[in-house]
């Protein structure tokens, strides 16, 4: 049995994979920088609406709302040319559509993004 991909999912996949090009050079600062910034997003989902499984029970209006604001900051950092709260939002956002779409193989890129990141460690203590 064949499975098509979507448009969307397409999409979503080729833009990351641009990305992940992006993520193998840039300095250690930024991916340390990045991957804090990435655990804000991910205490704020999980106090804001109880992590994953509270966005996926929301209804489609609702987990749109929840990603507007991230969606802004993530254009306003585009905008001032902030790689690393650009990178953090932009994953973010990614994750959250694709799991909200049920897009495993996109996940798994988002994963695979994040995990790059994620091996720098930030000590919060």
Not at 50 to 55: A, N, Q, R, W, Y
Not at 66 to 83: G, K, L, T, V, W
Request: charged content about 20%; hydrophobic content about 45%.
């Amino acid at each position: 049995m064949l499975f098509f991909k979507p448009e969307r999912q397409l999409a979503l996949e080729l833009d990351l994979e641009g990305l992940s090009l992006r993520l193998k050079p840039l300095s250690t600062t930024i991916k340390l920088m990045t991957s804090h910034r990435l655990r804000k997003y991910q205490r704020a989902l999980e106090n804001d609406i109880g992590g994953l499984p509270g966005f996926m029970a929301l209804s489609v209006e609702g987990k749109v709302n929840y990603m507007i604001p991230i969606i802004s900051q993530m254009n306003e950092a585009r905008d001032q040319q902030n790689e690393v709260d650009f990178i953090a939002a932009y994953l973010t956002v990614m994750l959250l559509e694709s799991i909200s779409c049920g897009y495993h193989s996109t996940m798994n890129l988002v994963f695979s993004g994040m995990e790059k990141i994620a091996a720098f460690r930030w000590d919060e203590s």
